[in-house]
C-alpha cells in the first residue's frame, strides 16, 4: 500500500541586515523531504521586524493561504522559530497544520531513534519544546475537570467532586512535568553508565568524529572500522554513538567514535537531552572534523559544527579538519580557500577510500605530539609490562642488566595512566 507523502510549502523569513544566500531554503529542503515530506512550494520574506502576532504579517499570510490553495498543500513549515501564538493564528488563516523548525528537527529525531537512550532523550527534548507551548494548544484547555459546572449536573465528577477543579491545563502541564522527571531519572541512570564506560576507557587514544548531518562521517567510520554503521544520502541516517576500535600504524590502537551530526540552529533542547551522547565528543582527545565538500554551504556548515562545539565545552580541542567527498569535487577557488584556511587538512573520499593513508597518517602525527619518553625497569619475567610496551609503544632501547630489564620508548599520554597501573621496579616520565 502506498502511503501518500505530506506536501509542504517551505517559508523562510529574513531579518533585514541579516546575512543570506541567494535560497536560504536549502538546508529546511533536505530537512522536509527526510521528514517524508514532498516540497511543492517555497516561500521567502524579508521582514523589517517580527509580527508578534504572525511572525510574516497578517498580508503575508494571506498569500501564503493562495499558495496553500494553488498547491493543495498539507503542511507549511517555517523555517524559523514560532511561538506558540503564532502558529495558532497562521493556522486560523491558511487552514492547514504549521510547523517550525525546532519542531521538524524532534519530528526526524522521533523517527530515527533506535536504541532505548536515544528514544528517550528525543521523549525528553520534545516535551521540553512542548511544555511552554501547552497554553492554547489544545481546544479542551477550558474545560474543568471536577467541576459541576463543565456541563449536566455531575456530568463531570460526582457529589464530594463538585468544585472548582483543576482545569485540563494543569492537568497536562502536571502530566508533563512528571514524564519530564521520569525521562530524566532514567537518562540519568543511562549517563552514569555512560561515563562508567567512557572512564574505563583511559589509557586509549580516543578520535570522535564531529560534523554536518551528511558530511559523510559513518562512510568514514566504516571505511576506517568494521563499525557497519548505518549509511544513508540522508539528514540524521543515525542518531546513537558507536564506537570501535582502529588499529593504526605501529601497533598504535584508537578508539573511534561516530557521532550524530550537527546542524545550524540545533534546538538547545536537543542538544541538552543528548548530554550522554555528545559525552564522547567532551572526552575525547582528538576531534576529526568530517566536511562536506560537495555541499554548497560548506563555510556556514563548518561555522555551525563550531558553535556547537563550543557550546558543548569542546571548542579548545585538538582537532583535524578532514575534506571529504573530494571524488566528486574538482579543484576549485573553494578547495583552495579551504586549504589555506585549514592548511594541515586532509583532502579524501571516505567512499572510494581515496587519501586513507593520508588521513591515518595525520592522526599518527597528532597522537605522536602527545608522546613523552619513559623509561621503565621491572623483572625480565614480567611480561605485561614488556608486552604493553611491545603493542602500545615505539621501542627505542631495550637492555638486560642484573636481574632487571630496562625499557626505553615512546609512549602517547593518553596511556600513561594504564602503564602506571602496570607493576615495575622504576619508571622515569619525560617530555619528547
Not at 546513537?240 to 582502529?246: F, G, I, L
Not at 555528545?278 to 562536506?292: G, K, P, Q
Request: charged residues 25%; proline residues 2%.
Amino acid at each position: 500500500m502506498n502511503v501518500r507523502k505530506e506536501r509542504a510549502i517551505l517559508v523562510g523569513a529574513i531579518l533585514r541586515g541579516k546575512t543570506q544566500n541567494n535560497d536560504n531554503l536549502v538546508e529546511l529542503t533536505a530537512l522536509a523531504q527526510s521528514a517524508g515530506a514532498v516540497v511543492v512550494d517555497r516561500f521567502q520574506q524579508k521582514l523589517y521586524k517580527v509580527n508578534p502576532a504572525t511572525y510574516i504579517g497578517s498580508g503575508k499570510a494571506k498569500m501564503l493561504w493562495d499558495r496553500v490553495e494553488e498547491h493543495d498543500a498539507d503542511v507549511v513549515i517555517f523555517d524559523n522559530d514560532l511561538s506558540p501564538g503564532q502558529i495558532r493564528e497562521l493556522e486560523k488563516i491558511i487552514e492547514i497544520k504549521v510547523l517550525d523548525r525546532s519542531e521538524l528537527i524532534l519530528d526526524i529525531f522521533a523517527t530515527r531513534a533506535r536504541t532505548k537512550q536515544a528514544k528517550l532523550q528525543v521523549e525528553l527534548a520534545q516535551l521540553q519544546y512542548t511544555y511552554p507551548r501547552l497554553t492554547r494548544m489544545w481546544s479542551h484547555l477550558d474545560t474543568v475537570a471536577g467541576a459541576g459546572g463543565a456541563g449536566a449536573v455531575g456530568a463531570v465528577g460526582g457529589i464530594g467532586t463538585r468544585g472548582t477543579g483543576e482545569k485540563q491545563l494543569e492537568i497536562d502541564r502536571r502530566l508533563v512535568n512528571k514524564r519530564i522527571t521520569e525521562l530524566k531519572r532514567d537518562l540519568k541512570g543511562i549517563d552514569k553508565r555512560k561515563l562508567r564506560e567512557i572512564d574505563g576507557r583511559r589509557g586509549i587514544f580516543k578520535i570522535c568524529l564531529v560534523g554536518y548531518t551528511n558530511a559523510g562521517k559513518s562512510t568514514l567510520m566504516n571505511t576506517l572500522t568494521d563499525a557497519a554503521v548505518l549509511v544513508e544520502d540522508r539528514l540524521f541516517a543515525t542518531l546513537d554513538t558507536r564506537t570501535k576500535k582502529w588499529n593504526l600504524q605501529g601497533g598504535i590502537e584508537a578508539l573511534l567514535s561516530d557521532t550524530v551530526g550537527f546542524v545550524k540552529h540545533l534546538p538547545h533542547h536537543l542538544v541538552a537531552s543528548f548530554k550522554a551522547t555528545l559525552e564522547e565528543t567532551v572526552n575525547a582527545d582528538l576531534l576529526m572534523h568530517v566536511v562536506d565538500l560537495s555541499s554548497s554551504e560548506v563555510f556556514q556548515q563548518i561555522e555551525s559544527v563550531e558553535t556547537v562545539l563550543e557550546e558543548i565545552g569542546c571548542g579548545g580541542k585538538e582537532k583535524l579538519v578532514v575534506l571529504n567527498k573530494a571524488d566528486i569535487v574538482a579543484k576549485t577557488g573553494l578547495l583552495e580557500s579551504l586549504e589555506t584556511i585549514y592548511p594541515d587538512a586532509v583532502c579524501i573520499s571516505a567512499k572510494t577510500g581515496m587519501n586513507i593513508e593520508k588521513l591515518t597518517a595525520a592522526v599518527i602525527d597528532k597522537y605522536k605530539k602527545g608522546e613523552v619518553l619513559v623509561r621503565v625497569s621491572c623483572h625480565p619475567g614480567n611480561g605485561k609490562v614488556q608486552s604493553f610496551l611491545q603493542g602500545h609503544a615505539t621501542v627505542i632501547k631495550q637492555q638486560y642488566t642484573n636481574n632487571t630489564v630496562m625499557i626505553e620508548a615512546k609512549l602517547g599520554k593518553t596511556q600513561l595512566p594504564a602503564l602506571k597501573k602496570l607493576p615495575f621496579k622504576e619508571l622515569m616520565v619525560e617530555e619528547t
